[in-house]
């Protein structure tokens, strides 16, 4: 490198030189001594050049080896990450005693035919595939970029799926695990506390426990009674979705005005919206309060109390806690009513907390977070006590309520009854309270489900029914607690037979059910799940029964309006209407026709078991 700027600097030299040689203006005596000075000078500007030459060559090698170093230190960003997210990927847990990779379910992105609708509650989808994928484009910048990444998997997993999900808790361990490598990588020196910095992406959503298969039946039904209402609604809707206002031009028969009456009095009054008493509404207030407290490291404190440790994992902590107990229980209790003030959930939570400092070393994560909780737990419980109950109340001015005293009984949600018919008084409505609450002017109302008795529906004319039967239906009515007239029982069909609810007066009427009624197509599907027919609150509530001595023989019995079958019917005509009169009332009367059979169903209503073809 320096030969080439030393053959240079003699070619100036001898330049230089000879343009001494030609100067005739000066004598010998100066000529030498310039020559003297020219040569100092010259030697002087050669090594000045020489000297800058070396500068270049040295900036030259150091920005060379700045780049081998920048390119150095890319690649070990690159792969402390590969090797982080290896890690990540292949740590693993016992299940069942076997090896299980918590990471397991975050390696690709959700598959939108699957579950279209993660796209519009995730913005921002992230996998481990898409972390490699940066990886293999060279992406990142910087370590925090990946903790990002990783962070926004956890956080994606838990904003969408319910916390007693597998995946949610996957989603708390993989976070855990990657902060205590995250420490571990700040102390060994391999990134700094700012590289380390978990984001926060803001709160989890509202939590609820996930249903069991039998709650999963009971959903389905309900949803199927909501399409059915959904689809009973749909003549009041144009071709493009949008309701119809207005009316119609040009006048209208007195006929016509009544069909439209009737039409308005049968359409469907959906299942009424879950609301919460003030008293739930405060468990309910207590109970999310807690999500919203973290430690120094932004760690939400409640994640460590969220279920039991598996007993295979951790054996010893069933051997030194008596009584455990975790928040996903105390939620399902929660859920079923079990809790009549907030007392009996504070008295649950003081159990899970005293449990964790119990088993837990004092100055572990888990004790301190259970002291933290603790304090908070019974703070937010006497802020909700303060709160008044007319805090409670809904947009409409209703404010929920869990009983009301009428006519010297207490009436609660669950209760069957005889509600005041006002198109038949000696056939009073048969029905279910849904919900309960007073208005502004202290008015007390019940929201009840009817159940239609066979004459007020539209069945084929040789239709047999149960003595005493009933039909679930989708009207969801309110009604002032006056119209509520006496109790009365409406059994499963696979009890009925058995005996009768103990404590219930015999002079209570008691009905049997085996089967919901679709009013816009006249159609009898039988219950597949009791409990889906009821509220929520009483599903899991059992009652006693006096048994018969011997179980009743079912017998069915014709239709009880078969008479009413116009004499030239045909199975082509259109299905009748039935005949209404009050618009808080069941039909006046149903109607028969004689339309063909619904197939794989006999004419007592039984389905028909298809032949096995071997």
Known sequence: MAAAPTRDAIEVRESIEAKGDVDDDVDMEDADAN?????????????????????????????????????DSAKDLLQLIRDTSEYLCRYTIKVDGEDYEIASGFQRLVNKRSLPDYFEVIKTPMAFSTIRGKLGKKSYTNFN??????????????????????????????LEVFKEKLAELVKKGDITEKDAE????????????????????????????EEESESDDSDDVDSDGRRRRG?????????????????????????????????????????????????????VRINHFQRLPDKSESPGYYAAVRNPIALDMIIRKHKRKKYQNL???????????????????????????????????????????????????????????????????????????HIRNPNDLSKPIVAQIYRMWSDKSGQKWVNACWFYRPEQTVHRYDKFFYENEVVKTGQYRDHRIEEVEDRCFVMFITRYPKGRPRGLPFNKMVYVCEARYNEEKCKFNKVKTWSSCLPEEVRDQDYEMDLWPVPRTMRKIPSPIKHLLQADAKETDDLPKPTWRSPNAPPLIGAVHRRPREPNWDRLGNRLEKKRVK
């Open 145 to 174: 970029e990946f903790v990002q990444d990783v962070t926004r998997i956890c956080h994606n997993a838990q904003v969408y799926n319910r916390p007693s999900a597998p995946i949610f808790s996957d989603a708390g361990r993989l």
């Open 247 to 299: 009316r119609r031009r040009g006048g209208r028969s007195r006929r016509r005005k009544q069909d439209d009456d009737g039409d308005e009095a049968q359409k469907k009054h959906q299942r009424p919206p879950k609301v919460l008493t003030p008293q739930e509404a405060r468990i309910q207030a207590l109970l999310k309060g807690l999500r919203k407290f973290k430690n120094e490291n932004g760690r």
């Open 343 to 417: 007392d009996q959930v504070l008295q649950d939570l003081e159990l899970m907390f005293e449990n964790a400092k119990l088993f837990h070393e004092q100055g572990s994560e888990e004790y301190e977070d259970a002291v933290e909780l603790q304090k908070e737990a019974r703070a937010l419980v006497e802020q909700e006590k303060a709160k008044p109950d007319d805090d409670f109340r809904d947009a409409d001015g209703k404010l929920p309520l869990d009983s009301i005293e009428h006519g010297g009984e207490l009436w609660r949600v669950g209760d069957w009854v």
């Open 35 to 71: 020559d003297d000075d020219k040569r100092k000078a010259t030697d002087k500007d050669q090594d000045a050049d020489m000297a800058d030459d070396r500068e270049d060559d040295d900036e030259e090698d150091q920005d060379e080896e700045e780049d081998e170093e920048e390119s």
């Open 198 to 225: 978990i984001p926060d992406y803001g709160p989890l959503p509202e939590f609820e426990d996930s249903p069991t298969p039998e709650e999963e039946e009971e959903e389905e039904e309900e949803e199927e009674e």
